[in-house]
């Protein structure tokens, strides 16, 4: 192995532990690479990029990856209407795969002999990236200093300040994970099954009360226009964002398996991700077919499971993906939504595509297609096979 390692970098306690650490105590020379996507602001990102460079750090890039992660896994989880336990759009813990695939991209430019995290060992993120890692370049040495060392905090913060980085790591009361699809809230609470987060808790208070109505356009599926205004899919979600947050839309608490075989517990704060979820779903419910829509629902469990459990890379996915681009062509129109605090309510939509089609019938009132004759005779052909069965078997 050459000197070289690759640090997957955020700036906080645990990889600015392993910037001087892998330099003092390894000997490598430390690049550090932060891949945003979409939870930083261009000032975030320059500060961090000054403390891995303060921290030791022979180079430090910024990636901008909020495009891609969209592109490949956002824009899909919208189209297979991704709720994991049907709570959790999945918000933060997508981003990993995402992030580990820059990172590598970087290992492989400068042609480094390491890779590096600083997940400790008792999360499903220490899975997320090892697994794209090992797939890709099994080659690569992995380094995981914390999850090595089983530090503490307080052992980091030490070990830092010995070596004159002296920096504040005053802990909050609780874990936030800010990014483009929602933003997960971890506490003492979140740790026990009958105790909740509460509000202050939140990133975004309430600050909304009435009501408001909104207008999303979706073309082949994907969200194009806020309220008659079109615009790209990444900052539409930024923008839906920060007019639906403020009600208090999106929170929940999931509950769910991890990775490594225990139950977690986390709160979040989603409001696009929700919002467009439910939009685009009734959008589908006009516009599939009976068959489309049950088929739909399965890859959507499945799809979700896949993500959440870092096996990205499976072909299956892309397989899936393939199907969901071909049945999203008519999930064209738009929907319209009333947003008050806490809550949202998807009023009803319209598409050129709407297979509610009053020229065919009209629910519970008329039919053009078929008279009641016909019906008599389709409930005999359709009802004959149980007759046959409850004939035989009494």
Not at 39 to 62: M, N, Q, V, Y
Not at 78 to 94: E, H, Q
Not at 235 to 246: G, M, R, T, Y
Not at 301 to 308: A, D, E, I, L, P
Request: proline fraction near 3%; glycine fraction near 8%; charge should be negative.
């Amino acid at each position: 192995m050459n000197n070289k390692v690759v640090l997957a970098f955020s700036g906080g306690l645990d990889t600015s532990f392993c910037v001087p650490y892998l330099k003092n105590e390894r000997g490598l020379e430390v690049h550090t690479v932060m891949v945003n996507t979409g939870g930083f602001s261009p000032e975030e990102a320059a500060a961090i990029e000054k403390r891995a460079l303060a921290l030791g750090a022979a180079s430090h890039t910024t990636v901008d990856a909020s495009k891609t992660y969209y592109e490949k896994g956002i824009k899909y989880m919208v189209f297979g209407n991704v709720l994991r336990n049907n709570t959790y759009p999945i918000s933060v813990s997508s981003e990993r795969i995402f992030q580990a695939l820059e990172v590598l991209r970087k290992v492989k430019e400068l042609g480094a002999g390491a890779v590096a995290h600083g997940s400790t060992g008792a999360g499903n993120d220490q899975v997320r990236f090892d697994i794209v890692f090992d797939i890709l370049a099994p080659e690569v040495k992995i380094i995981a200093p914390v999850r090595e060392l089983g530090c503490k905090r307080s052992e980091e913060i030490a070990y830092l300040k010995e070596h004159g980085f002296d920096f504040s790591w005053e802990k909050s009361k609780y874990s936030i994970n800010q990014g483009l699809w929602g933003t997960s809230v971890g506490g003492v609470e979140t740790l026990q099954s009958d105790t909740w987060i509460p509000e202050e808790a939140f990133p975004v208070q309430v600050t909304k009360t009435g009501s408001e109505l909104i207008r999303i356009g979706f073309v082949s599926g994907e969200a194009k226009s806020l309220n008659g205004e079109e615009m790209d899919p990444v900052e539409l979600i930024k923008k839906l964002h920060s007019i639906a947050a403020p009600y208090g839309i999106g929170r929940d608490t999931h509950v769910g398996d991890t990775i490594i075989g225990i139950k977690g517990r986390v709160a979040f704060e989603a409001a696009a991700p929700l919002i467009l979820i439910k939009a685009h779903h009734l959008l589908e419910k006009h516009v599939l077919t009976k068959g489309q829509l049950y088929w739909k629902d399965q890859i959507s469990v499945w799809y979700g499971q896949q993500m959440h459990e870092a096996m990205y890379l499976d072909p299956v996915m892309r397989d899936m993906e393939a199907m969901m681009d071909n049945m999203e062509k008519n999930v064209t129109g738009e929907v319209t939504v009333e947003l008050k605090p806490y809550h949202f309510t998807v009023l009803g939509c319209s598409s050129e595509h709407d297979l509610m089609n009053s020229r065919f019938a009209a629910y519970g009132e008329e039919n053009h297609s078929y008279s009641g004759e016909d019906i008599v005779g389709f409930t005999k052909v359709i009802a004959n096979p149980l007759k046959i069965y409850y004939a035989v078997n009494e």
